[in-house]
């Protein structure tokens, strides 16, 4: 037994001795066997995979991955459309209103101008002033310019923009909203003595041709001006993103 301790003993120090000889001959013996399995693990598995998949293969799987991606952006496409229809009937059904469904064909959003073209025209009974609703009667804007087969829908939003509202208050304020920004609307005409809140839902006032009352404009988001001043004004956030929007139901005055 105490012949073993003493051999341990000397092993360990003789170890601790040549410790940095050790492990400068480990290292000669290890950089040529981690080189030769680096060398192994890329061209033999590159060998096997090319093997495996070939160019045509590639291509054909490549073509399939491109296909499932499409089909699966056309599917999400057809879903939110169902939603978007599925919610203006429903507003349709219980306003009564006269209205045709078009399909945005193309848009122009930015901090000057935000407007879109829908694929309905004269020949469906659109006309100028005619208002574009999405969802549960959310109003997004209104019909600009029109041709035979297609019209030009200026969002509420645009600086151009103008439409006859009223505050959802205990008084149904009324003012004018004028976009301001091609994101937000400024409602103007609010006089002092009218009480406006954050948080107040504006909707149309009914009061402008071709607008029917009660279609969702936006939510306050400030209120603003001088007490001194005549009126007092407010910022709205629309509600309706046209960005992220589809097709949209023109209200019409007569029916088609």
Known sequence: MTTTLIAIAALVAVVFL??????RALAVV???????????????????????????????LEAQRASAVVNGAELERLRAENEELRAQIGFINRSHS????????????????????VDRGKNDGIEIGDPAVTGDGIMVGKVSAVTAY??????ISDRNSATAVALL???????????????LLSLKYIPQDEHVSVNDIVITSGLEENVPSGLIVGIVNTVTGDPTA????????PIG???????VSLIVAEAL
Not at 112 to 117: D, M, Q
Not at 150 to 155: E, G, K, M, Q
Not at 241 to 247: K, L, S
């Open 18 to 23: 040549f410790r940095g000889s050790l492990t």
């Open 150 to 155: 297609s019209a030009t829908v200026c969002v």
């Open 241 to 247: 993103d046209v960005r992220r929007i589809h097709t």
């Open 98 to 117: 006269r209205a045709v469904t078009a399909s945005i064909v193309s848009r122009s959003v930015g901090p000057e101008a935000s407007t879109f073209v």
């Open 169 to 183: 208050n205990g008084t149904r304020t009324i003012g004018i909203a004028q976009g301001i920004s091609g994101a």
């Open 30 to 60: 290890e950089r040529p066997l981690v080189s030769a399995g680096t060398w192994i693990s890329v061209h033999a598995i590159g060998i096997f995979d090319s093997a495996a998949v070939s160019p045509e293969r590639l291509l054909a």
């Open 230 to 237: 005549l009126f007092q004004e407010a910022v709205l956030e």
